[in-house]
């Protein structure tokens, strides 16, 4: 059995339904032949049934209402629990993960007995608390439809599995059969993604099975978890017009293996092709004047045209605020400046901070944390500005009154030195990302909301991970030179030596030189 965890990563949940028609042999015909297929194209997929218990579920009064279409469908696919333990088997020992949505609380029992590896709540089912409060006495991972169900309601549903500590995911569903393109409401699952950014989306499709676009724009959103309706049309059984056969099937997992290809990485990868073409259109640096030996290259000795030459200093990798060019020897008017005719001298420490107050923007943004310009900024490098993205912080001062207020920002991967304050108190709260933090010879690992109390006199250092932390810092008066480090090598480092001041960070006002 896969991790619980990771369950939901990247998962196909393919529903049988009714679509067994009571026939255990026809339901074992379905699951062999979508085997073949989730094998041949090595996914991971569930097999989804639905359990009623009949005999509790539809009142006595209706068991022969012959005009209620529901009630006979249900009635004439019937199966035994036993028979659908028997399917429950036959899948574990095919290695396909099990699922099951019950309309009762008695099936959820047989859930639990059965040992299904999910457990899904229908859309019509997810405001029946009932249902909803007897399935959260179990652990088993749990997959929640939402068709017809408004974002309070959707709000109720979150807070309550997040409160019962449950390993949950919403499916966003359109609970038309067939759904045309009109009613799908897509972008909805971008904005569950934002609504909970710590729940995995996907998308419960009932549109018709010939029909790829809804689940192309569902991937490109976000969407990770993907619901069909299966069976397969025979001589005896018919199929509805919104289950996928397996051919059928297949069109959709290649459809869906064409856009994970054009979708890449979340990280952005710069292909060679792409800098190839690009660097044939790219302009050259020329001398617009004859220029001496020794000479400073500056707007009024250079200018730029198309096409660049072999060796020559592209535009692109041209400026004259982060970097000195010294021509070597003399170089004649209209001459292409190609790499060996100059010397370059980076203004490097300044160079570098720019380009971390660029990254702190972005790590910002991501999180979704608004930082009005204004605000001061202490860059703390204690081994200097080349190694601050492995060591050093971000502090952007708030507050600092009878009591003052900090956001710290940490880089990817970046490191805190172990340290102590004599005199200030402080509280951290996680805001985004996750804080490894070590506070008197124990270590916590912190999550978004959680808060860490740190004590006058008490040594700690703190790290974060590949995905970079913010956190708030609240403390008693903010003092200058209250920070004693365990190593004593930043201790005699004057404040200014392994801080970079910045005033109204937003516009880049330094009030000292970048430091060496």
């Given at each position: ?188 699952i971008s904005d569950l993604l934002k ?169 910002l943004n991501y999180a979704k944390i ?114 004693i480090y365990q190593d004593t090598k ?27």
């Amino acid at each position: 059995m896969l991790n619980s965890k990771s369950i939901f990563d990247n998962l196909f949940v393919l529903d049988l339904a009714n679509n067994h028609f009571g026939d255990l042999k026809h339901a074992k015909y379905v699951i062999d032949n979508f085997h073949r297929v989730i094998k041949s194209h090595k996914i991971r997929a569930a097999i989804k049934f639905q359990f009623r218990d009949l005999d509790s579920f539809v009142h006595k009064s209706e068991i022969n209402n012959k005009e209620n279409k529901y009630v006979q469908r249900f009635l004439s696919t019937k199966l035994s629990f036993e028979k659908f333990f028997e399917l429950r088997n036959y899948l574990k020992k095919k290695k396909i993960l099990s699922a099951c949505t019950p309309f009762d609380e008695i099936s959820i029992n047989h859930i639990e007995k059965m040992k299904f590896d999910i457990l899904k709540i229908a859309s019509v089912s997810s405001n029946e608390w009932p249902l909803i409060e007897r399935s959260a006495e179990n652990n088993i991972p749990k997959l929640i439809s939402t068709g017809g169900k408004s974002l309070d309601m959707i709000d109720k549903i979150v807070s309550f599995f997040s409160h019962k500590k449950q390993n949950f995911a919403l499916m966003h569903c359109i609970s038309i059969y067939p759904s045309p393109n009109e009613t799908l409401q897509l972008n909805v699952i971008s904005d569950l993604l934002k609504r909970y950014p710590d729940v995995k989306v996907g998308w419960s499709t009932h549109e018709e099975p010939d029909n790829y676009l809804p689940s192309t724009i569902a991937k490109s959103l976000g969407a990770t978890i993907f619901e069909k309706h299966i069976g397969i049309k025979t001589s005896k059984y018919n199929l509805n017009n919104y289950s996928t056969n397996p051919n059928q099937f297949i069109k959709y997992l290649k459809n869906l293996e064409d856009v994970n290809k054009s979708l890449g990485k979340t990280s952005k990868i710069i292909d060679k092709n792409e800098t190839n073409t690009l660097s044939l259109l790219e302009r050259g640096v020329y001398a617009k004047r004859e220029i001496k030996k020794n000479t400073q290259l500056n707007k009024n000795n250079v200018y730029f045209a198309f096409p660049k030459k072999k060796n020559q200093i592209s535009t692109n990798d041209f400026s004259f605020k982060s970097k000195s060019y010294i021509v070597n020897q003399d170089i004649k008017k209209d001459q292409p400046i190609k790499s060996n005719l100059i010397k370059v001298k980076k203004t490097q420490s300044l160079n570098l901070i720019t380009s971390y107050i660029h990254k702190v923007k972005a790590i910002l943004n991501y999180a979704k944390i608004e930082l009005g310009s204004v605000f001061d900024l202490e860059i703390s490098h204690h081994y200097g500005v080349k190694n601050f993205s492995k060591y050093g912080c971000f502090l952007f001062n708030c507050v600092n009154r009878g009591y003052a207020k900090k956001i710290i920002v940490l880089f990817p991967n970046q490191k805190h030195p172990m340290h102590k304050h004599n005199l200030k108190e402080e509280t951290f709260q996680i805001l985004s990302g996750v804080l490894y933090s070590e506070l008197d010879g124990k270590e916590k690992i912190l999550y978004p909301g959680d808060t860490q109390v740190v004590m006058p006199g008490v040594w700690h250092r703190f790290k974060t991970d590949k995905n970079g932390c913010i956190f708030e810092e609240v403390s008693s008066t903010h003092y200058n030179n209250d920070s004693i480090y365990q190593d004593t090598k930043i201790n005699k480092l004057a404040r200014e030596e392994r801080k970079t001041f910045i005033k109204s960070w937003g516009t880049h006002e330094l009030t000292l030189d970048a430091p060496k």
